[in-house]
T-cell receptor
Framework: TQLLEQSPQFLSIQEGENLTVYCNSSSVFSSLQWYRQEPGEGPVLLVTVVTGGEVKKLKRLTFQFGDARKDSSLHITAAQPGDTGLYLCAGEETNAGKSTFGDGTTLTVKP | DAGVIQSPRHEVTEMGQEVTLRCKPISGHDYLFWYRQTMMRGLELLIYFNNNVPIDDSGMPEDRFSAKMPNASFSTLKIQPSEPRDSAVYFC????????????FGSGTRLTVV
């Protein structure tokens, strides 16, 4: 059983469209991170959310942490081909010292 | 800072051979993690260290895998003997304070065992 479920698994859209990807769990997390990974490289940290209900914005990306700290979403406005990649969420259960990763959403943005 | 440095970037070896992967974490980061990524299983945590001490090795597949961190600037992951099912991308990551602070990943080592 995967601790963090990400959906959708694959997403292919046209440049300019909006999209939302989700990260869900039955566990409570002290924090949750979103990463983007490009082919041949390691994941790169985009954001960390720590407070239930927290919303963070990074240019066209909006991240939200669920009120109960069990889930999160990533919304991209006006997607661009440069947004293409594997988006991974990761969470640390309280005092675990380590993060568990979801399986990721593979996003393709076509010009 | 040059980031987390892993070597080699690619490794092709024959079944039964010993493989050693290397990692230099970011200076000042107290946590070091070894992950393995495959299409089937995604990113799996193998082992992590805090201040050079192994804290959790429950993800190490079996006795063929071992990891060391002799000092704050160097870690190795060794597979002996290697098997085809060990083929994967192995990532090292470091963090100033564990999962809550997020990780900085290296570029990975793509291991192919034939």
């Amino acid at each position: 059983t995967q601790l963090l479920e990400q959906s959708p698994q694959f997403l292919s859209i046209q440049e300019g469209e909006n999209l939302t990807v989700y990260c869900n769990s039955s566990s409570v997390f002290s924090s949750l991170q979103w990463y983007r990974q490009e082919p041949g490289e390691g994941p790169v940290l985009l954001v960390t959310v720590v407070t239930g209900g927290e919303v963070k914005k990074l240019k066209r990306l909006t991240f939200q942490f669920g009120d109960a700290r069990k889930d999160s979403s990533l919304h991209i406005t006006a997607a661009q081909p440069g947004d293409t990649g594997l988006y991974l969420c990761a969470g640390e259960e309280t005092n675990a010292g380590k993060s568990t990763f979801g399986d990721g959403t593979t996003l393709t943005v076509k010009p | 800072d040059a980031g987390v440095i892993q070597s080699p970037r690619h490794e092709v070896t024959e079944m039964g051979q010993e493989v050693t992967l290397r990692c230099k974490p970011i200076s000042g980061h107290d946590y070091l993690f070894w992950y393995r990524q495959t299409m089937m299983r995604g990113l799996e945590l193998l082992i992590y260290f805090n201040n050079n001490v192994p804290i959790d090795d429950s993800g190490m597949p079996e006795d063929r895998f071992s990891a060391k961190m002799p000092n704050a600037s160097f870690s190795t992951l060794k597979i002996q003997p290697s098997e085809p099912r060990d083929s994967a991308v192995y990532f090292c990551a470091s963090s100033p304070g564990g999962g809550d602070y997020g990780y900085t990943f290296g570029s990975g080592t793509r291991l192919t065992v034939v």
